[in-house]
């Protein structure tokens, strides 16, 4: 026998080992097949768990329940912060309909400023694969909003109105007969309307909206305690009420009487007047704490104009150093200014130059001035224009801080703000405004932005007063102070700690107007939720 090398054997085994290897592999590989479906069928059950609840939440029948809760039970959380949601939480988020099914879910919350963001997901399945909705504060917040009382008297109205209008701006007590707003086009009914067009926040005892003699809201209203009725006044939309209506005649709430239960609202939820404290150092530190006073109206500067360039007045002595040969200089410039032309953006005369009798008092840093106070009397003229050379800058959002007190009266063409410009005040001390603050000429809004806009940090009575059939087009923001009219109009929006509004003052909204804090979160509308959400 022939000696025998044992090749084939060899074979063999190489053979079965390399099939081994193959089956090991595919063993490997379908155990981790098997894995991998099973997390992703831990996952997809985790997320529609997630999904399914925040469905629910969102639902039409919850959107109050909702909003209520993202704006109170949440106010803890801070900005960028993220917390999970204990069962109670998630109990009152659905609106006591979750049951024992809370045990398997796990949700949640965080805050990027009012946007909210919710995850959920099933804890059951083992696995997390959140599902996300995000919720932003409502399009329209309350036009006319105060922490305590709102209270309207006489023959008052208030109202929404359509910006594209030119009438809308015009004051109501001009026109020969006095307007019902449900005949006028003008005017937009409350069924029309998204939003509550009065809200008192307030739930103390006392807190409440008041309607007396024949003053009427052409819209539905909330407060968080009373509504008060008296005369012939009325609701010509639906009333939202905690607490009672009383006094209620045959013809008092046009709308519906809905009769609500909801967790107290915290003002500085709509009302930050830290945060207002703190953007006016802010403005002050830019400008570099440099204080001008200003009293404009005084003989001889009477005249006064606000550029991006700086703040000047104009000087008869100065006109005549100035005005070249002839005085043609001057001659000419007043020619353009009677045909409607602004002599400091055109390149015949520079104000900052000090001629043609313009001469200036202090300069404007980065569209912001301060000054110690506001003064306007004896026949002022304040002109507030933008930089019409520069496209980019239209309409100039022009910035000033008033140290002490805002004043105006005495007649003259008053405070004119022009098409081409946004002046936004934030006063320290009380403000004053008599009948030559007419703004009713001018446009509603400049690029989505109001002409006009006062914030006060003034605290208590006082605050921002319109009398004399004043007419204001712009925002009002008063976190702690109380805001009059007297026969007198807003045309915008106020946020306060109070609102009256006497005699035959008009509060109107334009629906193409900001509100006064367009960043605060909005808790209730006249459809349910003040919140917009989405998927993510």
Aim: with cysteine; hydrophobic share 40%.
């Amino acid at each position: 026998m022939k000696n025998q090398q044992g090749a084939a054997l060899v074979i063999v085994m190489a053979l079965l080992t390399g099939a081994l290897m193959l089956g090991m592999s595919g063993m490997q590989s379908a155990l981790i097949d098997e894995r991998l479906a099973g997390n992703y069928r831990a996952s997809v059950q985790s997320q529609m768990s997630g999904e399914s609840f925040l469905a629910s939440i969102a639902s039409e029948d919850n959107r109050e329940n909702v909003s209520e809760f993202l704006a109170n039970d949440l106010n803890d959380i801070k900005n960028g912060e993220t917390k999970a949601l204990n069962k109670s939480q998630l109990l009152a988020l659905s609106g006591g309909k979750g049951g024992g099914g809370l045990d398997d879910i796990m949700v949640n919350a965080s805050r990027r400023g009012d946007e909210i963001t919710l995850e959920a997901w099933g804890i059951k399945a083992g696995a997390k694969m959140p599902s996300v909705i995000v919720f932003n504060p409502g399009n329209y917040s309350p036009p006319f909003l105060a922490c305590r009382h709102i209270q309207l008297t006489g023959i008052s109205i208030a109202a929404s109105c359509n910006a594209a209008e030119e009438n809308c701006l015009q004051t109501l007590y001009d026109l020969e007969d006095y307007p019902d707003p449900l005949k006028d086009p003008l005017f937009i009914d409350a069924a029309s309307q998204r939003y509550n067009l009065l809200y008192n926040l307030g739930n103390d005892q006392g807190d409440s909206i008041e309607l007396k003699g024949y003053s009427h809201t052409y819209g539905s209203v909330r407060s968080q305690r009373d509504i008060l009725f008296s005369g012939s006044s009325s609701i010509k939309g639906n009333a939202y009420f905690q607490g009672d209506i009383l006094n209620v005649g045959m013809n008092s709430v046009l709308g519906k009487e809905i009769k609500i239960q909801s967790s107290p609202q915290r003002c500085e939820m709509f009302l930050d007047s830290s945060s207002l404290t703190q953007q006016t150092a802010t403005l002050k530190q830019q400008y570099g704490n440099r204080v001008e006073g200003v009293e404009i109206g005084v003989y001889p500067k009477k005249q006064w104009l606000l550029t991006p360039l700086g703040l000047f007045y104009y000087d008869e002595s100065e006109k005549k150093q100035n005005c070249g040969f002839l005085g043609l200089g001057c001659f000419f410039s007043d020619f353009l200014s009677l045909l409607g032309f602004n002599v400091c953006n055109l390149g015949y005369v520079k104000c900052e130059k000090n001629q043609v009798g313009w001469v200036k008092h202090a300069s404007v840093v980065d569209n912001v001035i301060v000054v110690n106070d506001l003064i306007l009397a004896q026949e002022p003229t304040f002109l507030v224009t933008g930089d019409q050379g520069d496209s980019r800058n239209n309409p100039a959002r022009l910035k000033m801080v008033v140290e002490g007190e805002f004043s105006m009266s005495g007649g003259g063409d008053g405070l004119v703000v022009e098409d081409n410009a946004h002046l936004e005040l934030f006063v320290k001390g009380k403000t004053n405004l008599a009948s030559n603050l007419q703004m009713g000429g001018n446009m509603a809004t400049r690029n989505g932005q109001v002409p006009l806009t006062i914030n006060s940090s003034y605290v208590g009575e006082g605050a921002v007063t319109l009398s004399g059939t004043s007419h204001l087009v712009g925002n009002i923001y008063a976190p702690d102070g109380v805001v009059l009219l007297a026969a007198s109009r807003v045309t915008g929006s106020i946020w306060a700690s109070e609102i009256n509004a006497l005699d035959n003052s008009q509060l109107i909204y334009i629906e193409a107007n900001m509100v006064a804090d367009g960043q605060a979160i909005e808790t209730e509308s006249a459809t349910g939720s003040g919140f917009n959400w989405q998927w993510r």
